[in-house]
């Protein structure tokens, strides 16, 4: 048997990212994307340049399915184009760096400049989306920002193989590269802020226990996250921090950034987060994108849900969510699946 | 004279180490001193990078030391191959590689194509973002005894299931292997889109190609 909703979606997310129990249930915000705009009927290339079909595609999905959250024309690399790298856009899927802005730091580092949100390369397009979804949803819907984690903004802008090279071959020029991507994000997320983001995503597929050391991520990655994340806080929005794979023995760093909520996938387990860093933060996650919610059964989907809510709900401070970015070619019947197990199995006991 | 061991100690050591002067160094030296250069290649750089696929499933080394020795191995091979004498190969094992169209994350194909020309294979790669053409059309002409193939996103993972449609409209599937890879696939993924084979990572996938053909 289904429930009725008795809080807004804005109202039980922000509630949970406080680290509190929502009146009704817990809230649920799979990271649609490029699904949203097939959902809608458009290539993602379109999106791309069209800010209202992407916001359309974002209002019509979250209306159709039901789920708790917008999200920005996130995780397109925006930043690193704005300052110089070049992407690539395949017509119907995601596009991606096709040639860094850094090759080489003698020749290329001088001529970096931090970027002016409302001109430089396609970020007035994502800003004015986020405008647009702020007005439509009045309140009610919490709109999502983007901003790229400083170290995921350096790989996109040195190409990722080079950075992690220069970790070991050159970390003195390397941490200048960190330093004005993470200025440049600073600016850019206070863009975001003021276009009406009532929470931003910053998010990084590069710094988990599978690539870097805990080391690594306290000397090169760190300090520069707390920079980002401390003035993102300051303008009054709700932070969540992503990172993409196994990063069960960072979880207390990740953490000592101040945010108010951590996004992980399912190489970490629920119970061991929620016993660890629980009450201190939110954790979204962390139904797999691939493995369930792309390639599992609608029942698949509802078994996952509600081993997730079982480790994570209580008490609240819980968001159940995608592990990542959802595929395009998801089945809907799997998001219905998703929404439907945190309406009834997710319900809190008054 | 410097001894036999100590020459492929060192190529090991420094392959280790990421240390590209020494490795191209050592190369040199073994090429003076009558070393062969398969055996240098395989019983010192590529030892070497096998201790460092163990020490990434230790947790004790990461994807940066990982590329510092890729690269230091490399600039032994380079220095090393054109010495390998041609008859000391039997018949080789042609492996075509690639990432999938819309896909550029090939740190992990690059340490299979590294490790895999170390192993005496002979190895086409077709780099990353590469079109379901280019693999049928490569296919045709190489004739490769295994096909692999990654991607590291949700979003263009089922890239490879059209590839192996593609292969069997073709008719070239029933003669030919393919093993997949990368972070979002798994050996269910794997079976259902018809592939025979997945690694969890590089040094796995050596092993499991060996396996494939039988060797």
Known sequence: MTFKDEMTPYDRLITALDVKQPDDRVPVTPF????????????FSEVMVNTEKYVYSQLYCAKKFGYDMVLDLLAVHAESEAMGSILKIPEDAPPFVEKPAVQDYKQDFPKLKIPNPSKDGRLPIILRGIERMKEACMGHMPVMGYVQACWRHTCMLRGTENAMRDIRKNPDELKKLIDIATESLIVYGEAVAEAGADLIWVSDPTSSGDMLSRKHFEDFILPYLKRQIKVLLKTGVKVFLHICGNVNDRLDLMVSTGVNAISVDEKVNLAHAKELIGKQVCIMGNISPSKTLLSGTVSDVENEAKIAIDKAAAGGGFVLASGCITPISMPPENVESLVRTAKTYGRYKK | MVSKEEILANLSKYTIEGNEEECRKWAEIALKNNIDAYDAIMKGCAEGMRTVSELYDKGEYYVPDILIAADAMTAAVEILKPHIKIDRLDVPIVVVLGVVEGDVHDIGKNLVKI????????????????????????????????????????????????????????GLKSELPVIIGGAPTSLEFAKKIGADSWAKDASSAVTAIRQLIGK
């Open chain 1, 32 to 43: 649609n994307r490029e699904w949203c705009a097939r959902q809608a009927g458009y290539k």
């Open chain 2, 115 to 170: 490790l895999l020309s170390a192993s005496g294979f002979e190895v086409t790669d077709l780099g990353r973002d590469v079109p379901i053409a280019d693999f049928i059309n490569t296919i045709k002409e190489k004739k490769p005894n295994i096909l692999g193939m990654s991607a590291l996103m949700t979003t263009t993972m089922p890239k490879m299931k059209d590839i192996v449609e593609n292969l069997e409209k073709e």
